[in-house]
């Protein structure tokens, strides 16, 4: 079999569209070209997300739908459920040639010529192999450099997945951090996101250095990096340094995504969060006094198991109460081997159903009115494409991260940052008309040399994920 063209889909977070990212640079290096459709490649790659169940299921629909096509191509399944289902995915389909775990992305353009070759290749698991993973230097969005600074997770929550499906927490050394977004800033990126499922509890493992340090250097070193924005924190990481060091930097991402999950102690607990409800509240007070105009955005968990009715109304007062920006709720879904799935009193599908529904009431309210306070102020608008309502308009986003919508005028381009005056609200968006006035920042794309990027070596020197801490 000879592998000539590819093409991918991609699920899950924003680590998953940076693995896309590494993957496709390591195609396109060993000489693959990107194919319109599904249909028309020899090499799918499905880049998958496992921490819901729907997802899931929706990639073994794909993968036997991709096998019933005319000419059905070659799949290799990647991201977390290659982690989690490994062989399981080769009996599948026979279609299936590559199952590649997150941890394993690197390894990509090494396999190919096996996979050629007739094997069929499982490769899993969390040993680092430093050096493996050269940066080809492609950006799935040319404005937008996204960078690794911690891989896996060490927290355990008791419903989630990922510390299964990503490993052990690991960081990179602040200098190979410093380097790549140095290199992708001298290449002209408008925007650079940091990466880490816990990024604020990063440690240089050889500085010993944290990540309000790692901030305060990316954020105060030349070339000056237009926009610098860095996901997920957790909040029992959030310290002062780090909430003064965005204080002391205007130029940081003024969007804070700090997801709290519940609002009631009770639940907390038993999701082994690590803070009570009313920790999460003075965090957020000090975070307001320090940095006033920040948006806060989180995530939360509806029908937990035992989740009471009381409960849940204790996280509606929380959300009420805090009143954020952007909230992003899901229904609790059991997790193979997570302890959460062992838990008694499930919570009845219709009951997180219409929590879940009267949870977007009040969040939509909420955003609503905090959108309409901003209307008749000026946002530094990061252009991303056109809107999705009409050609004529472009679709970007302010430097709190909420997407903003305008008329198209003048030479702007995406990647551009520009002044927009905002003129209406809506619960999920605002509108504007763009002011006849310089950009901030001209996205101007250049080509630099390839530069190799050293692989996250683990906290302490260990490989895989063990049983969580106590
Ligand atoms: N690391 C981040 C954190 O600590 O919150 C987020 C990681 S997770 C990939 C993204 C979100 O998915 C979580 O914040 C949580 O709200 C949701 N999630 C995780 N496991 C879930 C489950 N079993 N059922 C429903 N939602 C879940
Ligand atoms: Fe999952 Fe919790 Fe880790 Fe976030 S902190 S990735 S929710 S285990
Ligand atoms: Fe999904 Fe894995 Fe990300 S489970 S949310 S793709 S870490």
């Not at 599904?38 to 997802?55: F, Q």
């Not at 901030?215 to 070193?221: E, G, V, Y």
């Not at 609002?263 to 009313?278: F, H, I, N």
Request: glycine fraction near 8%; hydrophobic fraction near 40%.
């Amino acid at each position: 079999m000879r592998l000539r063209t590819y093409f991918i889909e991609t699920r899950g977070c924003p680590m998953n569209v940076h693995d896309s990212e590494r993957l496709e640079g390591q195609l396109i290096a060993s000489g693959l070209r990107p194919a319109a459709d599904a249909g028309s490649a020899d090499l799918v790659l499905l880049n998958t997300c496992a921490v819901r169940e729907r997802p899931v299921q929706k990639i073994h629909g794909r993968i036997d739908q991709l096998a019933r096509l005319p000419r059905p191509p070659a799949v290799a399944i990647c991201g977390c459920v290659a982690q989690q289902e490994a062989d399981a995915l080769l009996e599948r389909s026979a279609s299936v040639v590559l199952v590649l775990g997150p941890r394993k992305v690197g390894r990509l353009a090494g396999l190919l010529h096996r996979v050629e070759q007739g094997e069929r290749l499982v490769v899993t698991g969390f040993d680092e192999t430093p050096g493996g993973d050269p940066h080809l230097g492609h950006h799935a969005t040319p404005y937008r450099g996204m960078v690794t600074v911690t891989e896996g997770c060490d927290e355990f929550c008791t419903y989630c997945v990922v510390p299964y499906t990503r490993g052990r927490e690991a960081s990179r050394p602040v200098n190979a951090i410093a380097a790549e977004v140095g290199h992708l800033v001298a290449g002209g990126v408008s925007e650079i996101l940091l990466l880490g499922q816990t990024i604020n509890s990063y440690r240089c493992p050889q500085t010993g250095v944290g990540f309000a340090a790692l901030l305060d250097r990316l954020a105060s070193a030349g070339p000056h990096i237009p926009r610098l924005r860095f996901l997920t924190s957790h909040p029992r990481h959030f310290d002062d340094l780090l909430i003064e060091t965005i204080a002391a930097h205007p130029h940081l991402s003024r969007y804070l995504h700090l997801p709290v999950q519940a609002g009631s102690d009770a639940v907390l607990s038993r999701m082994k969060r690590r803070y009570t409800r009313a920790e999460y509240l003075e965090l957020i007070e000090r975070i307001r006094q320090a940095v006033p105009e920040a948006n806060l955005s989180t995530d939360v968990i509806v029908g937990f198991p035992g989740e009471t009715e009381a409960d849940f109304l204790q996280t509606l007062d929380l959300l009420e109460t805090v009143r954020f920006g952007q909230v992003f709720a899901f229904a609790f879904s059991p997790r193979p081997r997570t302890p959460a799935a062992r838990y008694a009193d499930a919570v009845p599908e219709p009951v997180k159903k219409e929590r879940l529904h009267r949870l977007f009431e009040v969040t939509d309210r909420i955003e609503r009115e905090l959108n309409e306070t901003l209307v008749g102020t000026v946002q530094e608008v990061l252009i991303e494409g056109d809107s999705r309502r009409s050609g004529a308009e472009w679709q970007g986003r302010g430097a709190d991260n909420r997407v903003v919508n305008f008329a198209k005028v003048g030479d702007d381009r995406p990647g551009d940052i520009v002044p927009v005056r905002i003129t209406a609200a809506a619960a999920h968006s605002l509108h504007g008309d763009r002011i006849p006035a310089e950009p901030y920042h001209r996205f101007v794309p250049r080509t630099l040399p390839v530069l190799d990027r050293a692989m996250p070596q683990t906290k302490r020197g260990e490989p895989g994920p063990r049983e969580p801490r106590p």
